[in-house]
């Protein structure tokens, strides 16, 4: 409809001054609920060249549009709003019942690669809340860039190597006594992180008796015979060593073990997944290069940085002095091996905002250091962190709280929550659907707030059925598709002739459903999950307000009860595609313990 409004208003400003515009859907707005209206036209930016007071100018296209295609209209100061004939509104209804991927754009051919990286694990430490976030994010980016059109390639970098896997590692030769998953009953990623934890107890311990003994805590940190330890041990990996390889590989392999049982339940998957172990040494090759161009340099601590200040930044060491590579190295590598691989127009990152920093330097030194041409093409998803009510987490004191304790509670809490409130979803295998609604208002309770934005998670707050929650949600899905399933059962074919003039409540209810398509490709285009949930919310009490006030089963007329019941099966749709893009399933049925 917004494309006939701006087609009609190209006409109508070429036919009436002689304007000739581009077409732009960015002025036809949604029409504020204080005024009578459909669709709102700004018409100010024309004023100037019809050469006539706005009032003059709304009339006038006002007129344009009655006549053209029917529409009634009302002018409020230079703002023209258009009313739509009942029709229009019950054929939009009619032409996208039926449609199972109805607000979804098909992919165009031969459209490029978009990529997304997510998730990103450290191999010394399980997935852990500040994770989840991460990955529902990435996940739920991924579904609506793929629903506006795009072709998504999913990425995961595991960063497998470096200093914080050596802690873990060291920890458990010294102290492990041989303990695996298989004799110790744990998870392997959960394993590992407890000798990360373990590292850490000790190395505080050695420090405090350095200091104690004397030395300056800035020293003793660095001098402490753990911390020696694990630079050789990285020193040695490096190197290769036989040894040291073999650990690691054995730990690697317990810890991907457990973050595939993680992101199986989480609902998270991946195109393809690099590991910073086998791109460090592409950085390493493309510091070389910047190095002869002399886009770096060699400080007199045998470290190679880069020079920004001249860009509003600082120096940046991109290979430390002994030699190992740092972050940005495999990330040097990584984008440079992507974009070989996919010739990408477009490389999202999934990275909090203390990375902010990270990736300003990334684009500056692939881009105008090394004058590499994806440069351009890479873009930070920042987002905020995420908090528990009880504070911050720290991976190395044992203060996070893992995904995988998390997700058991969220389900545990669903069944209570459930019970409690004697919420009947008939016919439904119920350990799933405890599954289903507590992981449900995880990701909804996350995925609802602004990614740019901190946030506290509260579980208790998550699995409510009547606030803005994933629960709300779910049920309301369910209690359509049972009012639906009655229908059937009482013999009501209600895809049958339906009425054609609409009440306020019916309207109101279409509309807010042909809002949709255009709040997923806003939602592409911000890169804001947050946007979709909103609208979901909306949808979900707009549908319950008018399942209360408007009868279905008790309205005489069959046609207007048709037409109720198919508003409601579209919602139902609606509900079910916008959850979709968040992660979330939803169940198909409940109890009706009221009649409508």
């Known amino acids: 409809m917004k494309n006939i409004i701006a087609t009609t208003l190209k006409s109508a400003l070429n036919d009436l001054y002689q304007i000739d515009w581009q077409l732009d859907t960015s002025i036809i707005q949604k029409t504020k609920k204080e005024f009578e209206g459909?669709?709102?036209?700004?018409?100010?930016?024309?004023?100037?060249?019809?050469?006539?007071?706005?009032?003059?100018?709304?009339?006038?296209?006002?007129?344009?549009?009655?006549?053209?295609?029917?529409?009634?209209?009302?002018?409020?100061?230079?703002?023209?709003?258009?009313?739509?004939?009942?029709?229009?509104?019950?054929?939009f209804l009619k032409a996208n019942r039926d449609d199972g991927n109805y607000g979804y754009t098909p992919m165009p051919e031969n459209e490029p690669v978009t990529l997304i990286e997510y998730s990103s694990p450290n191999t010394n430490k399980p997935l852990h809340l500040g994770h989840i976030r991460n990955n529902l994010l990435g996940d739920s980016v991924s579904r609506i860039l793929a629903a506006c059109g795009k072709k998504v390639v999913k990425v995961n970098l595991v960063n497998d190597r470096g200093i914080h896997i050596c802690k873990s590692m060291l920890a458990w030769q010294k102290f492990g006594n041989g303990e695996t998953p298989e004799n110790s009953g744990m998870k392997g990623d959960h394993l590992v992180g407890k000798y990360y934890v373990e590292f850490d107890k000790h190395y505080?311990?050695?420090?405090?008796?350095?200091?104690?003994?004397?030395?300056?805590?800035?020293?003793?940190?660095?001098?402490?015979?753990?911390?020696?330890?694990?630079?050789?041990?990285?020193?040695?990996?490096?190197?290769?060593?036989?040894?040291?390889?073999?650990?690691?590989?054995?730990?690697?392999?317990?810890?991907?073990?457990?973050?595939?049982?993680?992101?199986?339940?989480?609902?998270?998957?991946?195109?393809?997944?690099?590991y910073e172990s086998q791109t460090y040494l592409l950085g390493k090759s493309l510091v070389d290069e910047g190095l002869q161009k002399g886009a770096f340099y060699k400080h007199t601590d045998g470290s190679v940085r880069v020079d920004l200040r001249d860009k509003g930044l600082d120096e940046k060491v991109l290979l430390r002095s002994d030699g190992t590579s740092v972050y940005m190295t495999q990330d040097l590598?990584?984008?440079?091996?992507?974009?070989?691989?996919?010739?990408?127009?477009?490389?999202?990152?999934?990275?909090?905002?203390?990375?902010?920093?990270?990736?300003?330097?990334?684009?500056?030194?692939?881009?105008?250091?090394?004058?590499?041409?994806?440069?351009?093409y890479i873009y930070h998803l920042s987002y905020g962190m995420v908090e528990l009510p009880n504070g911050k987490m720290k991976s190395r004191e044992g203060t996070v709280v893992d995904a995988d304790d998390l997700m058991e509670e969220m389900i545990f809490q669903a069944r209570e929550k459930t019970s409690e409130l004697g919420k009947d979803f008939a016919g439904t295998n119920v350990d799933e659907l405890y599954e289903m609604i507590g992981l449900g208002a995880l990701k909804y309770f996350i995925l609802?707030?602004?990614?740019?934005?901190?946030?506290?998670?509260?579980?208790?707050?998550?699995i409510d059925f009547n606030g803005n929650t994933g629960p709300f949600l779910q049920?309301?899905?369910?209690?359509?598709?049972?009012?639906?399933?009655k229908a059937a059962e009482n013999g009501i074919n209600y895809t049958e002739a339906s009425a054609t003039e609409?009440?306020?409540?019916?309207?109101?209810?279409?509309?807010?459903?042909?809002?949709?398509?255009?709040?997923?490709?806003?939602?592409?285009?911000?890169?804001?999950?947050?946007?979709?949930?909103n609208y979901a919310f909306d949808l979900a009490k707009d549908f319950n307000r008018f399942y209360q006030e408007t009868p279905i089963f008790k309205e005489t007329d069959a046609a207007k009860r048709n037409l109720r019941l198919q508003i409601s099966e579209l919602t139902a749709l609606v509900i079910k595609n916008a959850m979709a893009l968040l992660g979330i399933r939803v169940p198909k049925r409940c109890n009706q313990h009221t009649a409508a």
């Open 38 to 91: 459909d669709f709102t036209l700004v018409v100010f930016p024309f004023v100037k060249m019809a050469r006539k007071a706005p009032d003059a100018v709304a009339t006038e296209l006002g007129n344009y549009f009655k006549e053209k295609i029917g529409c009634e209209f009302n002018v409020v100061k230079g703002f023209l709003n258009l009313s739509f004939p009942d029709t229009v509104w019950t054929d």
């Open 502 to 533: 609409l009440g306020k409540a019916e309207k109101d209810l279409i509309k807010a459903i042909y809002e949709f398509r255009e709040v997923v490709l806003t939602a592409g285009n911000t890169m804001s999950p947050a946007l979709i949930a």
């Open 204 to 274: 505080k311990a050695e420090v405090a008796r350095l200091v104690e003994g004397g030395m300056e805590k800035e020293t003793a940190e660095k001098q402490a015979p753990l911390m020696k330890e694990a630079q050789e041990m990285l020193r040695k990996w490096e190197a290769n060593d036989p040894e040291v390889r073999a650990l690691w590989n054995q730990m690697n392999g317990w810890v991907y073990a457990g973050f595939d049982q993680t992101y199986k339940q989480l609902g998270i998957s991946f195109d393809k997944i690099y």
């Open 448 to 462: 609802k707030v602004d990614p740019k934005k901190n946030m506290l998670f509260n579980p208790e707050e998550s």
């Open 475 to 485: 049920y309301t899905h369910a209690r359509i598709r049972s009012l639906l399933r």
């Open 333 to 376: 590598g990584t984008a440079q091996l992507r974009y070989e691989e996919f010739q990408p127009q477009k490389m999202i990152y999934v990275v909090g905002n203390e990375q902010n920093y990270h990736f300003d330097v990334l684009k500056l030194v692939i881009g105008d250091k090394l004058g590499k041409e994806f440069g351009k």
